[in-house]
């Protein structure tokens, strides 16, 4: 039910729910402060600072009303130990921005010792015992991490191995970060819904920070590099050009193979990792032919996509008006432009617009028209030394 900070930051894990507006509940635990007058009473009786973000249309928002923040334990702890607010996110936008709060309800918890600067925080419903444990476990002096990783069933290890990179690499134990990395790359799943987005993301990340600055990292990561390929694991050959800087590999197998109609279905297993690849070599036109042939049939899929994300979790709410479709759809359609196909463009866009009618969308689409129409006039006109002759 807990989600790590790195989960917080991916939007399609969060949905949306319909729900009524009554009004909430405002339970006796939470003081009449603003959050920026209980930051201030914290600090200067030593005391945590408790935040509950919440909605009145929250389902889950509303359990935690009627039963954690009404346990006996729960008020006793809080009364002893902390100052609590509750925050509606329609109501104090500034900090509900400030914090980034996206779902409800976020709880975020402020130390003494971590003063004006985040301890942690929860996202969904939490029972009284789930709070309590959580807080004793910060009052007991454990890192977020700590907590974080001893919250997780079946991912304790993962989080110790990157809690130990980390502190490894930023005291410049190389060789040590690079082995807890390798740890993290070999025994993560791809496909676990806890931390297959570690493996996706953060550790390529940190690889590549790594190989920049240590040589046998990058030897290592090449070797890797190579048996994916021998292996045809071409997800991870991919990931492995981009962490040692080398997608110009990856651009030739592109050209290579990308008129064999049986690399389509490669093409559109790996398009997250070859979008940016193509992308960034101005290869708008090979996007548009061999990532989205069908655009039509893309743009639906993508919108099953956004369509899914907000249906309901039991634990979570987000705000009301999220809409991820339009950050969906854009490279689509700017390939297209890009490719200076401008009528299949528009009909694209008006197929977006028919589909999602929205001013984010509309706002979404201009912009990209805008820079994309620049980078095709600026790939249009003939370099220096040719304009010279």
């Known amino acids: 039910m807990k989600r790590k900070v790195w989960q917080h930051l991916i939007f399609s894990?969060?949905?949306?729910?319909?729900c009524a507006t009554a009004a909430s509940s405002h339970s006796e635990v939470f003081?009449?402060?603003?959050?920026?007058q209980a930051k201030?009473?914290?600090?200067?009786?030593?005391?945590?600072?408790?935040?509950?973000?919440?909605?009145s249309w929250c389902p889950p928002c509303k359990k935690m009303e009627s039963t954690t923040w009404t346990d006996e334990s729960v008020q006793a702890w809080i009364k002893e130990n902390a100052i609590a607010v509750q925050v509606d996110v329609d109501k104090d936008k500034k900090s509900t921005e400030a914090l980034n709060v996206e779902a409800m309800p976020t709880i975020v918890l402020f130390t003494p010792q971590s003063g004006a600067k985040e301890f942690g925080r929860q996202v969904g419903f939490m029972?009284?015992?789930e709070l309590l444990q959580w807080l004793e476990g910060a009052k007991s002096g454990k890192t977020s991490v700590e907590l974080e990783k001893q919250a997780e069933s079946g991912g304790a290890d993962v989080w110790e191995h990157l809690s130990k990179a980390r502190d490894m690499q930023s005291s410049g134990k190389n060789a040590e970060a690079l082995e807890e990395y390798l740890w993290l790359w070999n025994n993560i799943k791809a496909g676990d819904q806890n931390v297959g987005d570690l493996r996706r993301s953060m550790v390529p990340f940190e690889l590549k920070k790594l190989t920049?600055?240590?040589?046998?990292?990058?030897?290592?990561?090449?070797?890797?590099?190579?048996?994916?390929e021998k292996a045809e694991n071409r997800h991870d050959w991919l990931l492995l050009n981009g962490v040692l800087e080398d997608n110009a590999r990856s651009l030739a197998w592109f050209d290579k193979t990308k008129n064999n109609p049986e690399q389509r279905e490669i093409f559109k297993k790996h398009i997250g990792l070859l979008e940016p690849v193509l992308f960034s070599n101005t290869r708008y036109g090979d996007v548009a032919n061999f990532l989205y042939p069908d655009p039509m049939a893309q743009l639906q899929e993508l919108y099953?996509?956004?369509?899914?994300?907000?249906?309901?979790?039991?634990?979570?709410?987000?705000a009301k008006d999220f809409d991820a479709f339009?950050?969906?759809?854009?490279?689509?359609?700017?390939?297209?432009?890009?490719?200076?196909?401008?009528?299949?463009?528009?009909?694209?866009?008006?197929?977006?617009?028919?589909?999602?009618?929205?001013?984010?969308?509309r706002e979404g689409l201009k912009n990209m028209a805008t820079g994309m129409?620049?980078?095709?006039?600026?790939?249009?006109?003939?370099?220096?030394n040719q304009a010279a002759k």
């Open 326 to 361: 339009p950050s969906m759809v854009l490279l689509l359609y700017g390939a297209y432009v890009g490719a200076n196909r401008d009528a299949e463009a528009q009909k694209i866009a008006d197929e977006c617009l028919r589909l999602d009618d929205t001013p984010a969308m």
């Open 127 to 129: 029972g009284a015992s």
């Open 373 to 384: 129409r620049k980078a095709r006039e600026a790939l249009a006109k003939p370099a220096p």
């Open 40 to 55: 201030q009473q914290a600090q200067k009786d030593s005391k945590y600072l408790l935040v509950d973000f919440t909605a």
């Open 13 to 18: 894990l969060f949905l949306t729910l319909s």
């Open 31 to 36: 003081s009449e402060y603003s959050f920026e």
């Open 212 to 228: 920049a600055t240590y040589a046998p990292a990058k030897s290592k990561i090449s070797e890797m590099r190579d048996a994916a």
């Open 304 to 318: 099953k996509r956004a369509q899914d994300m907000k249906k309901p979790r039991p634990d979570t709410e987000v």
